[in-house]
């Protein structure tokens, strides 16, 4: 039984079109995250949410809007795809939020396998 | 600004030649050093957690450790299936990884 599920893993669409990709986790965890990970391989946040509400907003086009309808689920939908936004996105979860002081290891990420973006 | 760096970028081994991977960081108020090991085509995957200075954590062949500044990953007698990026992480900022290939 899968974690944190990505859908979907492979995306192939032309400039200016619209897409979603969606993350659900099976993890009862309080906060959910979206990388975005470049072709050297660089993981970035973009975005975190904590029990639907959002945390974390790093500098990302508004094109890039996350919607998290309940703690287990957070979308990311692009508007507008363009040719830099081809990367792999990945979707992760963590008992507490990252940023919060835990010994117990709640904040260690789980990450889904990532959804390949490409953008022609 | 928090930040993490990496080095070497790459490593090539030979079987049973250990090693380390270096992992430096600049951050506020450090909750946790996060070491993950990626394969190529899946998402990152969760090997240690160090939270304070002179803390040593081990598992099969790896065994990390903490400095004030740094971070290190040692990899003692590595075997092929050891083969892939080692991410270093301080809260939620990454470094650009580590990539690993140990060859028989």
């Known amino acids: 039984d899968t974690a944190v599920s990505q859908t979907p893993k492979y995306l192939v669409t032309q400039m200016g079109n619209d897409k979603s990709i969606k993350c659900e986790q099976n993890?009862?965890?309080?906060?959910m995250y979206w990388y975005k990970q470049d072709s050297k391989k660089f993981l970035k946040i973009m975005f975190s949410?904590?029990?639907?509400?959002?945390?974390i907003n790093e500098t990302v086009p508004n094109r890039f809007s996350p919607k998290s309808p309940d703690k287990a689920h957070l979308n990311l939908h692009i508007n507008s795809l363009e040719l830099g936004d081809s990367a792999v996105y990945f979707c992760?979860?963590?008992?507490?939020?990252?940023?919060?002081?835990?010994?117990?290891?709640?904040?260690?990420?789980?990450f889904g396998a990532g959804s390949r973006l490409t953008v022609l | 600004e928090d930040q993490v760096t990496q080095s070497p970028e790459a490593l090539r081994l030979q079987e049973g030649e250990s090693s380390s991977l270096n992992c430096s960081y600049t951050?506020?108020?450090?909750?946790?050093l996060f070491w993950y090991r990626q394969d190529p085509g899946k998402g990152p995957e969760f090997l240690f957690t160090?939270?304070?200075a002179g803390e040593e954590k081990e598992k099969e062949r790896l065994k990390a450790t903490l400095t004030k500044k740094e971070s290190f990953l040692h990899i003692t007698a590595p075997k092929p299936e050891d083969s892939a990026t080692y991410l270093c992480?301080?809260?939620?900022?990454f470094g650009a990884g580590t990539q690993v290939v140990v060859t028989p």
């Open positions: 160090l939270y304070s």
């Open positions: 993890l009862g965890h309080d906060t």
């Open positions: 951050v506020s108020g450090l909750r946790g």
């Open positions: 992480a301080a809260g939620l900022q």
């Open positions: 992760a979860s963590s008992q507490v939020s990252v940023g919060t002081s835990s010994i117990s290891g709640a904040n260690v990420l789980t």
């Open positions: 949410y904590n029990n639907k509400e959002l945390i």
